[in-house]
């Protein structure tokens, strides 16, 4: 008896600290559906630790373009639709690692890492609509002479290597230009564009693509010496967040943005550019309606 009165406790126990996970797991993240069925959830935000789009200030706080829209959506469950949610943020600080995560796990809500909207992409995750203009631009330190045609491109930049953030859209456009005009370029992928700037100010042996958002906002606050140049020109690309192809919260953040005239549209919308861009780049990259 004694022998099966432990057998049983040892079950029961072993059902309890199983339910227990299942509830904390359960907790880092609601469907949709649930969240609306019980007018509360909680959302999983995967975000990228990128100046100025998901950062923490010097008050410890967690902010940002990106982070802003997010916790603007969360007022905006609430008033809209009477849900309280909870936002758990968790950092990464390797692109490729972040957008493989939000890919992967059925458990995130949402991705934020300034991610470009591309067709391939579009066929692994989910887009919410875009939130921002962007393009990328070319820059190297400023001791470097300034590339005038990018054909010569192994002339000028010759024993200098590309740094770009891998798994990016950057990392296929300096692949067009090896393929094209460089074929011994020599290219080193790393996590962040963080890592990028660090690589191409500490050394005029390094060149790479950023966003134009990122290297302003850099220049801004740290005067790295560093210049872009013009000799590859590039269309409009867009950012956006990303959601697991099997999450449900992309549609209602879609209805966010977009309804009546849109959040773009919105006093709110330019709040959050303005707390983090200048105004002669919110006038480049601002979405208008």
Do not use: C
Not at 188 to 207: C, Q, R, T
Request: aromatic letters at 12%; proline letters at 3%; a positive charge.
């Amino acid at each position: 008896m004694k022998i099966i009165s432990k057998a049983i406790l040892l079950f029961a126990f072993t059902l309890i600290t199983l339910s227990a996970f299942a509830q904390k797991d359960a907790a880092l993240s609601s469907t949709y559906a649930t969240a609306w069925a019980q007018k509360s959830g909680t959302m999983n935000v995967q975000y990228l630790n990128n100046f100025p789009f998901s950062y923490t200030n010097a008050e410890g706080e967690l902010t940002g373009i990106e982070i802003d829209i997010i916790k603007q959506f969360a007022v905006w469950l609430k008033i809209k639709k009477g849900i309280d949610v909870d936002l758990k943020f968790e950092s990464s600080d390797d692109f490729a690692k972040f957008y493989e995560k939000v890919r992967i796990t059925k458990a995130v809500s949402v991705g934020a890492g300034s991610v470009a909207v591309t067709s391939d992409r579009a066929r692994e995750i989910k887009y919410s609509s875009p939130y921002l203009k962007n393009k990328p631009v070319l820059v190297s330190s400023i001791l470097r002479s300034t590339l005038t045609d990018v054909r010569n491109i192994s002339k000028e930049f010759n024993g200098m290597t590309a740094v770009i953030v891998k798994g990016s859209v950057h990392e296929k456009l300096i692949k067009n230009i090896k393929d094209n005009y460089w074929p011994d370029m020599k290219v080193e992928l790393v996590e962040s564009p963080a890592v990028v700037l660090d690589k191409i100010s500490g050394s005029n042996k390094y060149f790479g693509y950023l966003d134009l958002i990122t290297y302003w906002a850099t220049i801004q606050k740290e005067s790295k010496p560093l210049k872009i140049h013009r000799a590859t020109q590039f269309d409009t690309e867009y950012f956006a967040f990303i959601f697991p192809k099997s999450s449900d919260w992309a549609t209602v953040f879609n209805e966010f943005f977009d309804g009546g005239l849109g959040f773009p549209a919105s006093d709110a919308y330019m709040d959050i550019l303005r707390k983090h861009l200048s105004s002669e780049l919110i006038n480049s990259v601002a979405l208008t309606y």
